[in-house]
T-cell receptor, first 113, second 113 residues
Framework: EAGVTQSPTHLIKTRGQQATLRCSPISGHTSVYWYQQALGLGLQFLLWYDEGEERNRGNFPPRFSGRQFPNYSSELNVNALELEDSALYLC????????????FGPGTRLLVL | AQSVTQLGSHVSVSEGALVLLRCNYS??????LFWYVQYPNQGLQLLLKYTTGATLVKGINGFEAEFKKSETSFHLTKPSAHMSDAAEYFCAVATGQGGKLIFGQGTELSVKP
């Protein structure tokens, strides 16, 4: 069974640009979560999508947004990039039954110059 | 509100020695508890989880953890460390089906030959 996949693996942008990160959940999983792992800040919850709807978001500004597609894959968009957005962005998915358990992808490392 | 505290940001053990990584949680409702491992430049891998039932939980790679409600703890142990166990370990708590995980700050485990 294939795990959670994320693309790209690395992304380099400059301040003010927009970044788009993509995530494909494990087959059969309906929920997708996004987390930010920034140096010195630990793992912070960003967004939760389920059945195409945003269910919860963490304490991040509105320039962090995303969506979930009918095939349950997801996109995270970060607008007006700032230097402090440099981080590893992790996507996780969980099944409808057993939704409390999240399975993580390898992450996208975003560097903002 | 929920929170997780991992005691010790760095733990060093000798190969073959006992591994003990400490995790204490705070939750106003019965928690779901998780341990994840992160190898360098990789995502998070689920080691084990406690949801309901037996309080001693066995995971992958010889790790286990015991849920102690009276002590609000979920410490991770392994009887004999291996060089390949060197990684960062994260304890996390969730309160229910779906939604965010709250992570501890992580403990970096070093294994000396």
């Amino acid at each position: 069974e294939a795990g959670v996949t994320q693309s790209p693996t690395h992304l380099i942008k400059t301040r003010g640009q927009q970044a788009t990160l993509r995530c494909s959940p494990i087959s059969g999983h309906t929920s997708v979560y996004w987390y930010q792992q920034a140096l010195g800040l630990g793992l912070q919850f960003l967004l939760w999508y389920d059945e195409g709807e945003e269910r919860n978001r963490g304490n991040f500004p509105p320039r962090f947004s995303g969506r979930q597609f009918p095939n349950y894959s997801s996109e995270l968009n970060v607008n007006a990039l700032e230097l402090e957005d440099s981080a590893l962005y992790l996507c996780a998915s969980s099944p409808l039954l057993g939704r409390e358990t999240q399975y993580f992808g390898p992450g996208t490392r975003l560097l903002v110059l | 509100a929920q929170s997780v505290t991992q005691l010790g940001s760095h733990v060093s053990v000798s190969e073959g020695a006992l591994v003990l990584l400490r995790c204490n949680y705070s939750s106003s409702v019965p928690p779901y508890l998780f341990w994840y491992v992160q190898y360098p430049n990789q995502g998070l891998q689920l080691l084990l989880k406690y949801t309901t039932g037996a309080t001693l939980v066995k995971g992958i790679n010889g790790f286990e953890a015991e849920f102690k409600k009276s002590e609000t703890s979920f410490h991770l142990t392994k009887p004999s460390a291996h060089m390949s166990d060197a990684a960062e370990y994260f304890c996390a708590v969730a309160t229910g089906q779906g939604g965010k995980l709250i992570f501890g700050q992580g403990t970096e485990l070093s294994v000396k030959p």
